[in-house]
């Protein structure tokens, strides 16, 4: 007999109670109203929340399952990755959609997690847990995207506060925000990868202005953010001043880690939707209980069996990775899930045919209409949160070893 065989067996045992504990306690509090796919609260004090969304935020912030492996005593629920995986699963299992989403559990959160002073983790963490406002990401500007460590916006010392004059631009979110981190320029005369800094500041003051961007989508979900004399306080510096581009890089991979599916800090759980296959069904039919389409059918096929083989090797890098946010791993999941994101849009026009090119009128429904403006929206995942070209490049380095 293995030597850990007697101790994989409690730990068997110990998992297997704890899943009939999550069951029994899911059952029990879960409304069944967000038992199917529906909107996620991410903290924003400017959306009103319907009471049986605001009761299973309330539930969960308590239970310490918004963010179940944070410590205790930040509101989390100190759980193991085996647990935090199991939680999971049983949620998916009743259909439950995440209590609390957003930039605040799965961004700014495990950044001061790791790089905040005690006073910041007692002051944050807590308010982060219960979605207790909703926080936006200054990188971007105008002459800063790809290349970020170019950004200008200037961040001037004035003894008990911070004053910030310049602009962010692709704000996510903006016009909800009621917090912001940002990167800015502490130090205008060192090295532009020097001189950065990650502050958080209050948008809910004159000296902050945004204004939404028209997409091609038609949707306005980003903005631009001016800052006017804005003020930050001194104690919301997140890490050393000056040396702020390790802390944004760091906050990049937890951004990556999220859209990877294999970050632990808040939960991850996917919302059930109708299957492409039963869209499939209502536009193309059957014949003889299969997809009339064979090309329909083959490339769904192929989309199914790629997603279940990226699902599991999410669940292979959060079982086997220490950290929150997996350093190399973020990168080549975020590829490859801004491919399949893609993919599964463009085989959901493929099935609707003309019908998934719809704009406006009435030969549209609902679904049909929200489709294009998918397909539209989703050409933007392969850039934010770092370009696939980035990606790339960090894989090859990083990853590969190869040479500059």
């Known amino acids: 007999m293995p030597l850990n065989s007697g101790y994989d067996q409690v730990m068997n045992e110990s998992i297997d109670q704890f899943r009939l504990e999550a069951r029994s306690w899911l059952e029990e509090n879960c409304p069944d109203d967000v038992r199917k796919p529906g909107f996620i609260p991410w903290g924003s004090h400017k959306i009103k929340l319907e009471d049986d969304v605001q009761l299973w935020l309330d539930r969960m912030a308590e239970k310490g399952w ?16 085996a647990q935090y995986m199991v939680v999971q699963e049983e949620m998916r299992r009743i259909g439950a959609r995440p209590a609390l ?20 983790k007692a002051k944050w963490l807590p308010r982060f847990a219960r979605g207790d406002g909703g926080w936006c990401m200054g990188y971007s500007e105008p002459a800063a995207g790809s290349d970020l460590a170019n950004l200008q916006l200037r961040c001037v010392d004035e003894g008990d506060i911070f004053r910030l004059n310049g602009m962010k631009i692709w704000t996510s979110d903006g016009i909800y925000g009621d917090w912001i981190f940002c990167l800015v320029r502490t130090d205008p005369d060192k090295p532009k990868h020097e001189g950065i800094s990650l502050v958080l500041v209050n948008m809910d003051q004159p000296g902050v202005r945004v204004r939404p961007i028209q997409l091609i989508s038609g949707n306005s979900p980003f903005c631009e953010t001016f800052f006017e004399d804005a003020i930050a306080d001194k104690d919301d510096l997140i890490g050393p001043r ?29 919302q059930k939707a109708l299957s492409l296959a039963d869209t499939a069904r209502t536009y193309v039919g059957e014949i003889n209980g299969r997809l009339a389409d064979e090309s329909i059918r083959t490339r769904l096929l192929k989309l199914e069996m790629n997603s279940h083989a990226y699902r599991l090797t999410q669940q292979r890098v959060i079982a086997e990775t220490q ?72 894989i090859a380095k990083r990853v590969l070893g190869l040479p500059d």
């Open 66 to 81: 918004t963010v179940p492996t944070w410590p205790k005593a930040y509101g989390g629920a100190g759980l193991s990755k």
């Open 242 to 270: 000056n040396q702020g581009w390790a802390v944004g890089k760091r906050l990049l991979q937890y951004e990556r880690s999220v859209h990877g599916g294999v970050n632990t800090s808040g939960a991850q759980v996917e």
């Open 101 to 120: 989403t957003g930039r605040g559990v799965n961004y700014i959160g495990p950044t001061v997690l790791e790089f905040g002073s005690d006073d910041q």
């Open 323 to 394: 950290a929150s946010a997996p350093a190399l791993a973020t990168s080549i999941l975020k590829v490859k899930g801004a491919e399949f994101t893609k993919e599964r849009v463009d085989v959901l026009q493929h099935v609707m045919g003309s019908q998934g090119f719809g704009w406006d009128g009435g030969s549209f429904n609902q679904k049909e209409l929200d489709t294009n403006r998918e397909w539209l929206s989703s050409r933007a995942v392969s850039i934010y949160g770092g370009t696939s070209e980035i990606q790339m490049n960090i």
